[in-house]
Nanobody, 125 residues
Framework: QVQLVESGGELVQAGGSLSLSCAASGGIYSSYTMGWFRQAPGKEREFVAAIIWSGADTYYADSVKGRFTISRDRAKNTLYLQMSSLKPEDTAIYYC??????????????????WGQGTQVTVSS
Protein backbone atom coordinates (compact mmCIF):
# COMPACT_ATOMS: atom_id res chain seq x y z
CA GLN A 1 0.00 0.00 0.00
CA VAL A 2 1.51 3.30 -1.15
CA GLN A 3 0.52 6.54 0.54
CA LEU A 4 1.25 9.93 -1.00
CA VAL A 5 1.21 13.30 0.74
CA GLU A 6 1.71 16.51 -1.22
CA SER A 7 2.88 19.81 0.22
CA GLY A 8 4.20 23.16 -0.89
CA GLY A 9 1.19 24.69 -2.57
CA GLU A 10 0.53 28.36 -1.89
CA LEU A 11 -0.38 31.71 -3.40
CA VAL A 12 2.32 33.12 -5.67
CA GLN A 13 2.53 36.00 -8.11
CA ALA A 14 2.75 35.45 -11.84
CA GLY A 15 6.33 34.99 -12.91
CA GLY A 16 7.27 33.50 -9.59
CA SER A 17 8.51 30.07 -8.61
CA LEU A 18 7.26 27.33 -6.35
CA SER A 19 8.37 23.86 -5.39
CA LEU A 20 5.97 21.04 -4.59
CA SER A 21 6.85 17.88 -2.70
CA CYS A 22 5.19 14.50 -2.51
CA ALA A 23 6.26 12.23 0.32
CA ALA A 24 5.69 8.58 -0.46
CA SER A 25 5.42 5.74 2.02
CA GLY A 26 4.85 2.05 1.59
CA GLY A 27 7.70 1.34 -0.77
CA ILE A 28 8.43 2.82 -4.19
CA TYR A 29 10.24 0.54 -6.61
CA SER A 30 12.52 1.50 -9.49
CA SER A 31 9.97 0.29 -12.00
CA TYR A 32 7.22 2.56 -10.70
CA THR A 33 6.05 5.63 -12.59
CA MET A 34 5.35 8.74 -10.55
CA GLY A 35 3.38 11.62 -11.94
CA TRP A 36 2.06 15.10 -11.23
CA PHE A 37 -1.41 16.07 -12.37
CA ARG A 38 -3.48 19.18 -11.81
CA GLN A 39 -7.12 20.06 -11.80
CA ALA A 40 -8.57 23.53 -12.11
CA PRO A 41 -12.17 24.33 -11.13
CA GLY A 42 -14.59 23.07 -13.73
CA LYS A 43 -11.89 21.29 -15.69
CA GLU A 44 -10.72 17.72 -16.00
CA ARG A 45 -7.62 16.49 -14.29
CA GLU A 46 -4.67 16.99 -16.63
CA PHE A 47 -1.18 15.58 -16.90
CA VAL A 48 1.73 17.80 -15.86
CA ALA A 49 4.85 15.63 -15.62
CA ALA A 50 5.99 12.09 -14.93
CA ILE A 51 9.17 10.27 -14.04
CA ILE A 52 10.25 6.68 -13.89
CA TRP A 53 11.38 6.18 -10.30
CA SER A 54 14.75 4.86 -11.46
CA GLY A 55 15.21 8.33 -12.93
CA ALA A 56 15.84 7.13 -16.42
CA ASP A 57 13.05 9.06 -18.12
CA THR A 58 10.99 12.17 -17.56
CA TYR A 59 7.94 13.44 -19.43
CA TYR A 60 6.20 16.81 -19.54
CA ALA A 61 3.02 18.33 -20.85
CA ASP A 62 3.68 20.86 -23.58
CA SER A 63 2.12 23.59 -21.45
CA VAL A 64 4.80 23.26 -18.76
CA LYS A 65 7.83 22.14 -20.75
CA GLY A 66 10.78 24.42 -20.05
CA ARG A 67 9.12 25.88 -16.95
CA PHE A 68 8.57 22.85 -14.68
CA THR A 69 11.04 20.19 -13.61
CA ILE A 70 10.12 16.85 -12.07
CA SER A 71 12.66 15.06 -9.91
CA ARG A 72 12.87 12.59 -7.07
CA ASP A 73 15.02 11.74 -4.09
CA ARG A 74 15.06 7.98 -3.78
CA ALA A 75 16.65 8.03 -0.34
CA LYS A 76 13.85 10.24 0.98
CA ASN A 77 11.13 8.58 -1.12
CA THR A 78 10.05 12.05 -2.18
CA LEU A 79 8.86 13.37 -5.52
CA TYR A 80 9.30 17.03 -6.43
CA LEU A 81 7.91 19.48 -8.93
CA GLN A 82 9.91 22.66 -9.36
CA MET A 83 7.78 25.29 -11.06
CA SER A 84 9.06 28.57 -12.47
CA SER A 85 7.69 31.38 -14.65
CA LEU A 86 4.29 30.63 -13.20
CA LYS A 87 1.19 31.86 -15.00
CA PRO A 88 -2.36 32.41 -13.75
CA GLU A 89 -3.44 29.43 -15.87
CA ASP A 90 -1.22 27.21 -13.71
CA THR A 91 -3.70 27.75 -10.87
CA ALA A 92 -5.06 24.36 -9.83
CA ILE A 93 -4.97 21.63 -7.23
CA TYR A 94 -1.82 19.62 -7.88
CA TYR A 95 -1.83 15.88 -7.24
CA CYS A 96 0.94 13.34 -7.23
CA UNK A 97 0.20 9.82 -8.36
CA UNK A 98 1.89 6.44 -8.52
CA UNK A 99 1.63 3.66 -11.06
CA UNK A 100 3.06 0.28 -10.11
CA UNK A 101 4.86 -0.17 -13.42
CA UNK A 102 6.64 1.62 -16.22
CA UNK A 103 3.76 2.79 -18.34
CA UNK A 104 3.48 4.26 -21.81
CA UNK A 105 0.26 6.02 -20.93
CA UNK A 106 1.91 8.17 -18.25
CA UNK A 107 -0.27 11.10 -19.36
CA UNK A 108 -3.55 9.38 -18.49
CA UNK A 109 -4.92 9.61 -14.94
CA UNK A 110 -6.45 6.15 -15.18
CA UNK A 111 -2.98 4.66 -15.54
CA UNK A 112 -2.21 5.53 -11.92
CA UNK A 113 -3.29 3.49 -8.93
CA UNK A 114 -2.38 5.65 -5.93
CA TRP A 115 -3.15 9.34 -5.47
CA GLY A 116 -2.37 12.01 -2.93
CA GLN A 117 -4.93 14.41 -1.51
CA GLY A 118 -3.66 17.38 -3.51
CA THR A 119 -2.16 20.77 -2.74
CA GLN A 120 -3.54 24.10 -3.94
CA VAL A 121 -1.43 26.34 -6.15
CA THR A 122 -2.80 29.80 -6.89
CA VAL A 123 -1.03 32.15 -9.25
CA SER A 124 -2.18 35.77 -9.11
CA SER A 125 -1.86 38.10 -12.06
Amino acid sequence: QVQLVESGGELVQAGGSLSLSCAASGGIYSSYTMGWFRQAPGKEREFVAAIIWSGADTYYADSVKGRFTISRDRAKNTLYLQMSSLKPEDTAIYYCACARAIINTYYHPRSYYYWGQGTQVTVSS
